[in-house]
């Protein structure tokens, strides 16, 4: 069996997710020192909705329930928390459900076999599968193999599996554990979100950058991380202030 703790391949899906016959092991790797930065917990940014949440997610360690799952609508932070509770336990395997369409069934069941030996399973996208029949039992195989051994699974979906069109024998094992619900940030809180990310890094945004981003981005918080992250790159030696003109510098570089 290929190791799979040695693999060298971005968990960033957009290399991977139009091939096919794609070795599986790629969608089953412990994160990279570069998300390592970018998705750890302390740099999740819960606001006043999600501090319960993130506070469950620092909680689940090898001594709590088998599962954990993670709800929440696009672009409020399911993946971020998936991958900082990866990063917290330090050895594990994250599986982008949604990157498994070009898989065969034999390359899938080959990747939850090998999954399987990691103390912690994190599977993104769990209700967004292709082929979800097949997956569901997969993922099912997966629970009990992880339990027979002392392993831990935790999961991020659109809506908690009692609501998820999946099968009961799947459901009733994730909602053993712990589910949790992530609540997407408004305007208000992304504004001060974005002001807490650029005050991390010792910068500040004028009230014309911060309102372009927050009009025209429908970033997620580990978005505007990435992009703090740009433009404190581009920033002139000596300044740290954040004006209309990098930031659309910035972003039209982004978009050439």
């Known amino acids: 069996m290929p190791d799979i703790s040695n693999f060298n391949t971005s968990l960033k899906g957009g290399a991977v997710a139009g091939k096919r016959n794609i070795p599986s092991t790629q969608l089953a790797m412990p994160l990279l020192l570069p998300e390592e930065k970018l998705y750890a917990l302390d740099r999740f940014y819960a606001g006043v909705g999600n501090s319960a949440a993130l506070a469950a997610a620092r909680s689940f360690t090898g001594n709590s329930s088998a599962a954990f799952v993670i709800v929440g609508q696009r672009q409020s932070g399911k993946t971020h928390l998936l991958k900082g509770i990866l990063l917290n336990w330090k050895k594990g395997a994250f599986i982008d459900a949604a990157l498994l369409a070009g898989f065969t069934e034999q390359d899938t069941a080959r990747l939850f076999r090998e999954a399987a030996s990691f103390p912690l399973v994190c599977i993104d996208n769990l209700d967004t599968m292709p082929d979800p029949e097949n997956l569901h039992e997969e993922v099912f195989n997966l629970f009990n193999a992880l339990s027979s051994t002392g392993g831990h699974i935790a999961v991020a979906m659109k809506v908690s599996p009692a609501k998820a069109d999946m099968p009961d024998y799947l459901s009733s094992r994730l909602l053993t554990g712990m ?48 992009l703090a992250d740009r433009l404190e790159k581009n920033l002139v030696p000596g300044s740290k202030r954040i004006g209309l003109q990098l930031l659309k510098r910035v972003l039209d570089s982004e978009a050439s």
């Open 179 to 226: 589910v949790v619900t992530l609540k997407r940030p408004g305007d208000e809180e992304r504004a001060v979100i974005l002001r807490k990310i650029a005050q991390d890094r010792s910068m500040s945004l004028t009230p014309r950058a911060l309102g372009y981003i927050l009009e025209r981005s429908g970033r997620s918080v580990g978005d505007l991380l990435a």
